[in-house]
């Protein structure tokens, strides 16, 4: 071989047909592999069988000049750049290369994963053609095209994964007969009934059967027809009498008249039974027209392999039946129209081996392997009673191979899959007539409109199946209800969904029915607590535990079965029962239910509060802390409850709670601290006006107390105070436009208050308050006044230090009739100032403004005011809409306070 041959006869084939498995073998051998999956590597090599290692040796050394060689400049430069990359990896895992050793070991492992190969590719033939039950040499050929593994084997090789398939006949390419059924023969044909072919009249009295038409005539106890089979067939028609006679006898004598043209009656049977295959397969399913066939007396065999052709060939009359095509129709899930029309193009020349038939193959494989895959793991998880996952599976194979009948039978042959979960709930009197068990599950997937559940329950142990257990209920619903199940006893539940046929496997849950003590009723006085209560049917006793207000538990035998008086106890101070029903299970073990836990205080008789105060204290997040406060004796347990309007009950007057809520009322939560007879409660409440009354629990009603009314107004927020002088101006952000604000303030002996509107505030800008040099302490509070009453907020503390350096300033504005100029500020003092910044600024707006703003800044001074002399600045203005305003403010209020000058001389000119 010479460097000419090798390229033509490996290289051009490598990048043709095999570069896939030419980079994925050196991918392989990257991670980690021995040798190439599916790479022939001694085509890669031109490596011949019976080679020695002096041959071997040789051919290694040829092939590295010719891949170094085509490398420089070549057509196939990138090819041998690969091979010389695939070699360097196999050099280093395999020192004896260039041995005839290695190759016979490569060679026996290749046979072993050939032999895999195969498998795969007889399953995929299964697959694809089991409906025929035929397969032509072609079609191995074309599924095992792809692989590189397979590429070199012979026919033989290849044919041989088809021994052992009972599901798959070989059988030659058939061609289709040029000859079409004469004009005399079809319009004679036409007039004759109950004839299946031509042959029927051809074997008048003994119509084959079983026959075989495909090279040739064959059938069972007849000769091929001849002219002496037509002569014999009319004189049997002689013989006999009526239309339908006549009509046969006609169609033997346009058959004679062909025979003389050289046309066979058989051939022309296998013409008919052509015709009858393509317009059956109009209909899309390939058996329908080999039963068709077979029908008509043909071999099942035959019937396979024209139902086949015919397939074959109406893939490819269209124009746009091209590879292409092929994946179009995996793309649109039409698996066996791909295979179909892959199969038909393989036998025309001009797609046959082109790179796009390559990749339509290798797409077609693929999709195969995977719908052979998820139907495998289906049918798998349909052995282990896995529904849903079987479901799931078959539908992904469905999407992909939505034309297979045989999947679509499958998939629409499965029961729903079982509902994921089952939930169980109890329920007890009161709540309902007796102890039941509420059942309830997801809808199951796959379920429809049909989908019936069955539910069973069964004692001691799962179901096994919807058959194993009481019968509860079948609906469509997902809830059902068991009332009157046993109790103390473990009960299994288990559900099932049907739609028709079988039943799902069942989902399960299991519980057990525990009803606890209802309707406990509490008394108490002054050194004792009585309960009662209502004991559960089944219930074998109820164990009473009492915990004493220093956390000590006992527990007390109750003198009846539903009753005890708990005596010796301390005055107000809490004690707590935990009630528990106890009961035998079906073994002979203790069962307890829930306990029920209910708390009481040891108390005088009840009496109605005779002084409550409400006062607000603070904002929290949005909401007033409050503290109601009032007097009782000890031993006496008080609520406060809280109602958006006056409550109606007279003093001392009984209630009972429903009427409390019914009247839109609440209890006050909160914290309850108690001062020798004063009781304080600290909670939290919305703004706005409230009443609140104080009511003293009596048994199951309530003594209504006195009562008292408290309006909340939202506190002002983001509080702020300036210096000016001895000048403070506040400002804050109002609750509400309509709220008035009060502030009080103390500056050593100094002190005074003031009250001031929204409206007065916006005009002033902020409120400005006289406080004197020394540090001060201002409280505001909101304000809100109306028929009922005053009302304030929670005060909002603010503290003003001391003022340290303070200085004055004024506008210098330029004449008007002498040409504008800058602005000049003049800033003095009583004292040398220096080192403080004053910030200039300029904003429009009909108000002047009462903060600075880093956007209307427009400079920025540093004051060098000498002792007795003013200090001038220019400051060039923007040009500003009217009305506008320019301010100075102290950029550090807390070491400099700035004196301003009337408002009005701050407005711009």
């Not at 290369?97 to 046979?111: E, M, V």
């Not at 006549?246 to 025979?259: G, I, P, S, Y």
């Not at 927020?717 to 303030?745: I, K």
């Not at 300033?809 to 002498?818: C, F």
């Amino acid at each position: 071989m010479d460097a000419s041959t090798y390229k033509s006869t490996v290289l051009i084939p490598l990048r043709k047909a095999h570069l896939t498995d030419l980079t994925n073998g050196i991918a392989e051998l990257n991670n980690g592999a021995d040798f190439p999956v599916k790479l022939d590597l001694a085509l890669v090599y031109a490596i011949d069988p019976g080679m020695s290692d002096a041959q071997v040796a040789e051919r290694v050394r040829d092939v590295r000049l010719w891949w170094n060689v085509n490398m420089q400049r070549s057509n196939v430069k990138e090819v041998a750049k690969f091979c010389s990359n695939l070699d360097g990896l196999l050099a280093e895992k395999h020192r004896d290369l260039a041995s005839a050793g290695f190759w016979q070991k490569w060679r026996s492992q290749r046979t072993q994963q050939s032999r895999t190969a195969l498998a795969e590719v007889a399953k995929l033939l299964e697959h694809q053609y089991r409906d025929f039950g035929v397969v032509t040499l072609a079609q191995v050929k074309a599924a095992a095209a792809t692989d590189g593994l397979l590429s070199r084997l012979s026919d033989t090789d290849l044919t041989a994964c088809l021994e052992s398939s009972v599901a798959l006949t070989l059988v030659d390419e058939f061609t289709e007969p040029e000859a079409g059924l004469p004009a005399t023969v079809r319009r004679e044909w036409n007039s004759t009934v109950n004839l299946r072919t031509v042959l029927d009249a051809v074997f008048f009295e003994t119509p084959p059967e079983n026959f075989r038409l495909i090279g040739g005539f064959a059938c069972s106890g007849l000769r091929p027809p001849d002219p002496g089979t037509l002569r014999q067939a009319l004189d049997a028609c002689d013989k006999r009498a009526g239309t339908e006679v006549e009509a046969v006898k006609k169609l033997l004598h346009a058959l004679r008249d062909a025979q003389t043209k050289g046309l066979d009656p058989a051939e022309l049977a296998l013409v008919q039974l052509i015709e009858l295959a393509r317009e059956v397969l109009q209909g899309g399913i390939a058996l329908l027209a080999i039963q068709a066939l077979a029908d008509k007396g043909l071999d099942r065999i035959d019937a396979a392999r024209i139902v086949m052709h015919c397939v074959d060939a109406s893939a490819t009359r269209s124009g746009r039946d091209t590879p292409d095509r092929v994946i179009e129709l995996l793309t649109e899930g039409k698996l066996r129209g791909a295979r179909a029309l892959y199969s038909a193009l393989s036998n025309v020349e001009a797609h046959a081996g082109t790179e796009a038939m390559d990749k339509a193959l290798d797409a077609l494989t693929k999709t195969e392997q995977q719908v052979s895959r998820l139907r495998a793991e289906a049918e798998q998880a349909l052995h282990d009673g896995r529904i849903t996952a079987a479901t799931e599976l078959l539908a992904q194979a469905g999407a992909l191979a939505d034309d297979d009948d045989s999947l679509a039978r499958l998939i629409a042959s499965l029961p729903p899959a079982p509902p994921s979960a089952l939930n169980l709930a109890p329920d007890f009197p009161p709540a309902v007539p007796e102890q039941s068990v509420r059942i309830f599950w997801p809808k199951s997937s796959g379920a429809d409109e049909t989908t019936v559940y069955e539910v069973v329950r069964k004692a001691g142990s799962a179901p096994r199946d919807i058959r194993d257990g009481v019968a509860i209920s079948a609906t469509p619903s997902t809830e059902v209800v068991d009332s009157g199940a046993p109790v103390a006893e473990r009960l299994w539940y288990g559900v099932a969904a049907r739609r028709g046929g079988e039943a799902s496997p069942v989902t399960t849950a299991e519980i057990v029915l525990l009803p606890p003590v209802r309707d406990v009723v509490v008394t108490t006085d002054p050194t004792s607590i009585g309960v009662q209560w209502i004991s559960p049917v089944g219930a074998a006793r109820t164990a009473v535990v009492r915990t004493d207000p220093d956390g000590r538990q006992r527990t007390l035998s109750p003198r009846a079965s539903n009753s005890f008086v708990a005596e010796g106890l301390r005055t107000s101070e809490t004690y707590t029962f935990d009630l528990t029903a106890e009961y035998i299970g079906a073994n002979g073990e203790a069962l307890a239910a829930a306990p029920v836990r209910v708390r009481a205080v040891p108390r005088l008789k009840a009496a109605p509060v005779t002084e409550l105060s409400v006062r607000p204290v603070r904002f929290v997040d949005a909401r007033a802390e409050v503290v109601a406060e009032w007097t009782a004796k000890a031993g006496t347990d008080i609520e406060v409850w809280r109602f958006p309007s006056s409550p109606g009950w007279a003093f001392g007057s009984t209630v009972e709670y429903s009427a409390l809520t019914a009247a839109g009322g609440s209890r006050l939560p909160g914290v309850l601290r108690r001062d020798g007879d004063l009781e304080r409660l600290t909670g939290t409440v919305p703004a706005g006006l409230c009443h609140y009354l104080a009511i003293t629990p009596d048994q199951s009603a309530a003594l209504v107390g006195r009562s008292a009314s408290l309006a909340v107004c939202e506190p002002v927020t983001e509080p702020r105070v300036e210096r000016f002088g001895d000048q403070a101006v506040v400002s804050w952000l109002w609750p509400r436009a309509d709220y008035r604000v009060e502030a009080v303030w103390s500056a050593g002996t100094h002190r005074g208050s003031a009250r001031i509107s929204r409206p007065e505030y916006i005009r002033n800008g902020g409120m400005r308050i006289s406080v004197g040099p020394g540090a001060v302490q201002i409280r505001l509070a909101s304000i809100v006044e109306s028929a009922e009453g005053r009302w304030s907020s929670p005060e909002v503390l603010l503290q003003l230090s001391g003022a340290t350096l303070t200085a004055r300033y004024r506008m210098l504005w330029p004449p008007r009739l002498i040409g504008r100029g800058p602005l000049q500020i003049e800033f003095t003092a009583d004292t040398e100032t220096r080192g403080a910044v004053v910030v200039v600024h300029a904003e429009s707006g009909a108000y002047l403004p009462q903060r600075m703003s880093e956007n209307c800044v427009v400079q920025r001074i540093p004051l060098d005011i000498p002792m007795g002399e003013p200090q001038i600045v220019p400051v060039p203005l923007p040009k500003l809409p009217k009305p506008f305003w320019v301010r100075c403010f102290a950029e550090a209020p807390e070491t400099l306070t700035l004196a301003d000058p009337p408002s009005d001389t701050l407005k711009g000119r």
